[in-house]
T-cell receptor, first 112, second 113 residues
């Protein structure tokens, strides 16, 4: 059972920022927030992860609230190729707690 | 993308036949995983390996066996395929620690008739 809650879908216009929310109110102190995406029929693609500080890489930014109960993945300039299912996953750093559990994710549709 | 390949990419087989799927990595990562993905179930872990000849079961291991004789190769075998094993199978790698980020392969679509 996933430890995260995401809305089922959202859309945004091409070229605009896509802000994907995720709730993880039961997250523990040693658990990370991971984001993956899956473009139709392809393997899940790792995007970014963080513990408590905001993180940025070449793909996206991850904003984690101070209480760590929610986060937002930001794709700064969405393109049509960003249309995918995005998974927010809470994952520990040891043993069985480090298992990746994929929920239903959020389907992002980028419109022209 | 992480250096992971899966073969075959597509396979159609008949019930009762043995099937072996191969995952090959060029990253020298310690951990390798096999998942299956079905509508309504998300990705579920079948087996994983934490080193050569070291494997363990995941949540849906019944009907599957695995082997890892080399760091770079992780094989998934369906000894006698059933229609319920029709699925998309993904391999993933991580390492050197179990909790390191997992990177996924492109998948194998298996249809059991």
């Amino acid at each position: 059972d996933a430890k995260t809650t995401q809305p089922p879908s959202m859309d945004c216009a091409e070229g605009r920022a896509a802000n994907l929310p995720c709730n993880h109110s039961t997250i523990s102190g040693n658990e990370y927030v991971y984001w993956y995406r899956q473009i139709h029929s392809q393997g899940p693609q790792y995007i970014i992860h963080g513990l408590k500080n905001n993180e940025t890489n070449e793909m996206a930014s991850l904003i984690i609230t101070e209480d760590r109960k929610s986060s937002t993945l930001i794709l700064p300039h969405a393109t049509l190729r960003d249309t995918a299912v995005y998974y927010c996953i809470v994952r520990g750093d040891t043993g069985a707690n480090s298992k990746l559990t994929f929920g239903k994710g959020i389907t992002l549709s980028v419109r022209p | 993308d992480a250096g992971i390949t899966q073969s075959p990419r597509h396979k159609v087989t008949e019930t009762g036949t043995p099937v072996t799927l191969r995952c090959h990595q060029t990253e020298n990562h310690r951990y390798m995983y096999w998942y299956r993905q079905d509508p309504g179930h998300g990705l579920r872990l079948i087996h994983y390996s934490y080193g050569v000849k070291d494997t363990d079961k995941g949540e849906v291991s019944d009907g599957y066996s695995v082997s890892r004789s080399k760091t770079e190769d992780f094989l998934l075998t369906l000894e006698s395929a059933t229609s319920s094993q029709t699925s998309v199978y993904f391999c993933a790698i991580s390492g050197p620690r179990l909790a390191d980020t997992q990177y996924f392969g492109p998948g194998t679509r298996l249809t059991v008739l």
